[in-house]
C-alpha cells in the first residue's frame, strides 16, 4: 500500500541534546510504500531525492495539526495469555496497544505455565501474528517454572523467538544459580532482564516502608530491598560482563547505584514505570487498591530523583509496566488487592504529562518511549527494521497523534480489560488518532 501523510509536523525522537523550544516538530509530508518510509519532506532513497515517477497513493492521510511520530515501544506489558485469559485476552490487550500508539512490545514470561519452553513462545507468537497488530517480543524464563532453581535452555528459548531472560518480578534467592544464568547468557550473548527485590527484605510488604505506612498499619517494602539486591546483581555482572537490563527502578538509592554503575562502565541499562513518574505513597489516600502496585510508590524524593535520572540519562527508558487485573481481585481490602494498574493506553499521555512538568523538550521525551527501549530490545538493528526511529527507509511502524487534545480517563474510554489505574478520573492532554505497523494503517480513531 502507498500511502502519503500530509500537512503533520514530524517528530524525531533524539537525546538530551535537543532544544528546549523544539515542542512541536518540524511540518513535513511522510511517504510510505511497501510498509517502510521511502520520503519525508520530498526526501527519498532514490538517487534523485524525490518520489518515483508518477506517485499515486492508495490512501492520504490528513495530519493536519497533529504530530507523526515513531510507534512507541513498550519493555513491559503483561498480555495475560497463556493462563490468565479472565483478566484479560490477548485480542483485547493488543488493541488497547494499538489505541495507545504502542507498535512493539515486550511480555514478560510470568504466564501460566511460564515461558519456559520454545513450544509456548512459537505458540505465542504464531497467536500475536495472527492478530496483525503490535509486535511481539517475548521475554523467556531465566529458570523453570521461575523457581529460580534449574536454568532455562536458553538458547533454544532465542531460537524460539525470545529476546531476553527473566524473572519477571518473581525474586532470585539463590545468588549463585543467578551466576550461572549469567555466565550462560554471557557465553551466547543474551541478555538478562532483572527486577531488583530481596526477597526477603519485602516478604509479606504492600506499600513503600516509611511514615505513611505506619500510619496506615500497613506492612512495608523498604528501599534497601531493592537496593540489597541491585548491589549482588551489580557485584554478579561485573564478574561475570554479562548483559543486564535492570526493570522498574523505584528509588533514589537504586537509580543512584545504576549511575555509578555506568560510569563504572558496566553493560547495564534500565527503565522505570510511567506511574512512578507521577505517584507517590501519599498518592494511596484511603486505601485505594488501584493504587496497589509493585514495586510500590515511593516517596517524593525518589520520584524527583527518577525525573533526574531521566534527564541525566542514567534511566534509558520508561515503560507503561502494563498489568491488567480483574474486579474482583481489586475489590478487595488494601492488603489483600493485587498488584497491577493499565498502562498501555496512559503511556503516552502520561509521558507528555512528565514533558510539561519537566519543560522536557518533547523529541527528548518521545526517545524514552521509542529510540530508547528499541535500542535495548535491539530491535532498532533488528532485521533493519529501524524500530522506534522515524527514518526514510525504515520500516513505517508509526503513529500519528494530537498532544493537545484533551481526554478523561474512565472505565468506559479504556479498551484494555484491566480498567484499574491511579488516574481514574483525571484529564489527560494526548490522543493517538491513527497507527501504523509496517505501513498499515490498523487503528483509526473516528
Avoid at 83 to 94: D, I, K, N, P, V
Avoid at 148 to 177: K, P, R, Y
Avoid at 264 to 278: A, F, I, K, Q, R
Avoid at 343 to 362: I, M, S
Wanted: a negative charge; hydrophobic letters at 45%.
Amino acid at each position: 500500500m502507498k500511502i502519503s501523510i500530509l500537512n503533520g509536523r514530524i517528530l524525531i525522537p533524539c537525546e538530551r541534546s535537543a532544544p528546549k523550544d523544539d515542542q512541536h516538530g518540524s511540518k513535513a509530508d511522510l511517504y510510505i510504500a511497501d510498509g517502510r518510509v521511502i520520503a519525508i519532506g520530498g526526501l527519498s532513497s532514490s538517487p534523485s531525492g524525490v518520489l518515483p515517477d508518477g506517485w499515486v497513493p492508495d490512501r492520504v492521510i490528513d495530519a493536519r495539526g497533529m504530530l507523526v511520530a515513531p510507534g512507541l515501544v513498550d519493555l513491559a506489558a503483561r498480555l495475560r495469555e497463556p493462563g490468565f485469559e479472565y483478566r484479560a485476552t490477548l485480542e483485547s490487550e493488543m488493541q488497547a496497544a494499538l489505541v495507545g500508539g504502542v507498535t512493539a512490545l515486550v511480555c514478560p514470561p510470568d504466564t501460566d505455565p511460564p515461558l519456559d519452553e520454545p513450544g509456548l513462545v512459537e505458540m505465542l507468537k504464531y497467536r500475536a501474528r495472527g492478530l496483525a497488530g503490535a509486535h511481539l517480543y517475548p521475554l523467556g524464563a531465566l529458570t523453570v517454572a521461575l523457581q529460580g532453581a534449574v536454568i532455562t535452555e536458553m538458547a533454544e528459548l532465542a531460537e524460539a523467538g525470545c529476546v531476553g531472560f527473566s524473572q519477571a518480578n518473581v525474586a532470585m534467592a539463590d545468588s549463585q544459580v543467578l551466576l550461572r544464568a549469567l555466565q550462560y547468557a554471557k557465553t551466547f550473548g543474551f541478555q538478562v532482564w532483572l527486577q531488583p527485590q530481596d526477597p526477603c527484605l519485602s516478604r509479606g510488604g504492600i506499600v513503600h516502608a516509611g511514615p505513611l505506612a505506619s500510619r496506615m498499619g500497613l506492612p512495608g517494602i523498604p528501599v534497601i530491598a531493592e537496593t540489597v539486591a541491585l548491589l549482588t546483581m551489580l557485584e554478579l555482572v561485573r564478574v561475570t560482563q554479562a548483559r543486564v537490563h535492570f526493570c522498574r527502578l523505584s528509588s533514589a538509592a537504586g537509580v543512584a547505584l545504576i549511575r555509578a554503575a555506568k560510569l563504572e562502565g558496566l553493560p547495564v541499562t534500565c527503565d522505570v514505570s510511567v506511574h512512578h513518574l507521577h505517584v507517590i505513597d501519599q498518592d494511596i489516600g484511603w486505601f485505594d487498591a488501584n493504587h496497589r502496585v509493585d514495586p510500590p510508590f515511593r516517596s517524593q524524593r525518589d520520584r524527583d530523583a527518577i525525573r533526574a535520572g531521566l534527564e541525566d540519562g542514567t534511566v534509558d527508558a520508561i515503560c507503561s509496566d502494563h498489568t491488567p487485573v480483574d474486579d474482583d481481585a481489586k475489590a478487595l481490602p488494601y492488603g489483600e488487592a493485587e498488584p497491577g494498574t493499565t498502562g498501555l493506553e496512559l503511556l503516552l499521555p502520561l509521558v507528555l504529562k512528565w514533558a510539561t512538568e519537566t519543560r522536557t523538550p518533547l523529541a527528548r521525551a518521545i526517545s524514552t518511549i521509542t529510540t530508547g527501549p528499541a535500542a535495548i530490545v535491539g530491535v532498532d538493528q533488528m532485521a533493519g527494521t529501524g524500530a522506534g526511529t522515524l527514518a526514510v527507509g525504515a520500516v513505517a511502524d508509526l503513529m500519528i497523534f494530537d498532544p493537545d487534545a484533551l481526554w478523561t480517563v474512565d472505565r468506559n474510554s479504556l479498551v484494555s480489560q484491566g480498567r484499574h489505574t491511579p488516574f481514574l478520573g483525571y484529564e489527560l492532554a494526548g490522543r493517538v488518532m491513527t497507527t501504523l505497523v509496517a505501513g498499515q494503517p490498523i487503528f483509526e480513531r473516528v
